[in-house]
């Protein structure tokens, strides 16, 4: 599975496991205008430090 693999390279496995990674970035919240625009609600710091190790804009 690709996201285990970048886990491994990124040491995030020793932080976290698959469905605590995936439970941390469930939590982020986007807010949908009428016109179809979003806008990404405040990261937390662990939703930041998930995103930066694994190179998603953040």
Known sequence: MKLMKE??????????????????LEKNKIL??????QIVMERTKKQMGILN????CA
């Open 32 to 37: 949908l205008l009428a016109e179809g625009e």
């Open 53 to 56: 190790a694994l190179g998603i």
């Open 7 to 24: 886990m491994k390279e990124t040491k995030l496995n020793k932080m976290f496991s698959v469905e605590n990674l995936i439970m941390q």
